[in-house]
């Protein structure tokens, strides 16, 4: 845990889940640039309804816990992590209110502030829904880093919000502050979208935070076109599901098999729901779960596990998530199950398959990808 200081206090944050010998803060300066802005140019009133997008682990909602605070996000991570660090912090949660991404949230705002995701869709997608919940009235702020804020960011906010300006850049990081213009017209969101899957008849639902969401990516490509078959598999997790292809497809050649979903996008287990209503015209059941990774899964229950790890999460790059997922896979598959895994050839996952499993075969490559198995022994 690391202490943030700022004009609100000082808050003693930690990223979530935890890990032993954290080295990534659970803030970062745009953070703090923008609390420090709110302290010295908000509004004076004591007691004020904030709506808060994008909150990475915590802290503007524990920073501004004195005001009302909505807090709307995509990230199961980011909600846990929110809650961890309120209770830590000995704060009250009676004014907090958390609304997942597939949500909208109610009422109106005196302040919204905006963490700039990686995803323009994403903010495209929000800034559509927030505009009925804002007045002239209410204060606009989006902060983050300044290579995640480009002309198209500002464009957006002047199509979609109205009148924008930028902040001078301090520590990398900027803001944006936004006026409403009651004259610019509510738009409907164009999420989800929707694709037909190559080769098939299946529409992949797409919301507006999933990967890849106007076309088949090239690395699941490469993928589904080894997925195994064979009567063995009876339960089959798609971990880290984003819009569900490889679960869909690996349901598709084991029809007697059970399919998990997971991931820890609100968004992206929506669209692997929706992906396989679809397909299977709701004739077929399947468990859709927003986690970190396979945590509370029952051990020694499953016979196959499709992974395509992400080497990010948020903006930090990293292989932590792929050690804690190929971890996981073992204590959840029976013996003998297998984990199949794809990743970029430089990655070297199968260094950390051979010292988790004792063993790591070569499925398939080309000169990008790599698909590797580990079997439980």
Request: aromatic share 8%.
């Amino acid at each position: 845990m690391e202490l943030l200081k700022v004009p609100q206090g000082e808050f003693g944050l930690s990223r979530y889940p935890k890990r032993k010998n954290e080295l990534l803060r659970a803030w970062d300066a745009a953070d703090e640039y923008l609390l420090t802005y709110f302290y010295e140019n908000g509004p004076t009133s004591k007691q004020l309804s904030i709506l808060v997008i994008n909150d990475s682990f915590g802290a503007l909602a524990t920073a501004l816990n004195k005001h009302t605070i909505t807090v709307w996000t995509d990230s199961w991570l980011a909600e846990e992590g929110i809650k961890q660090n309120i209770s830590e912090n000995k704060l009250p949660n009676t004014k907090l209110k958390i609304v997942s991404s597939i949500e909208t949230p109610e009422g109106n705002y005196d302040v919204v502030f905006i963490k700039i995701p990686k995803s323009l869709s994403l903010l495209e997608d929000q800034l559509i829904r927030i505009k009925p919940l804002i007045s002239k009235s209410t204060k606009i702020i989006a902060a983050g880093m300044v290579k995640s804020i480009h002309i198209s960011t500002l464009k957006l906010f002047e199509k979609l919000i109205g009148s924008t300006k930028t902040s001078l850049a301090k520590k990398k990081a900027r803001l944006i502050i936004s006026t409403v213009d009651e004259n610019i017209p509510l738009a409907i969101s164009p999420y989800p979208k929707k694709y037909t899957l190559e080769g098939t008849s299946y529409s992949i639902v797409n919301h507006a935070n999933v990967f890849s969401r106007e076309s088949l990516d090239i690395g699941t490509r490469f993928f589904i076109q080894h997925i195994p078959q064979s009567g063995k598999y009876k339960s089959i997790i798609d971990l880290g599901c984003g819009n569900g292809i490889v679960g869909l497809l690996a349901a598709e050649k084991n029809p007697h098999a059970v399919i998990t979903f997971t991931d820890e996008s609100f968004m992206a287990v929506e669209s692997a729901k929706e992906t396989f209503a679809l397909a299977f015209d709701n004739q077929r059941s399947a468990q859709f779960m927003t986690n970190d990774c396979l945590a509370g899964l029952e051990k020694n229950s499953a016979d196959l596990i499709l992974n395509n790890p992400p080497f990010h999460q948020s903006n930090a790059i990293g292989d932590e998530v792929a050690w804690q997922m190929f971890k996981q896979s073992k204590d959840v598959l029976k013996q003998n199950g297998e984990l199949w895994v794809i990743g970029n050839r430089h990655l070297s996952y199968h260094i950390k398959l051979k010292k988790i499993f004792g063993n790591c075969e070569r499925v398939a490559s080309n000169k990008k990808f790599v698909i590797l198995k580990s079997i439980k022994r």
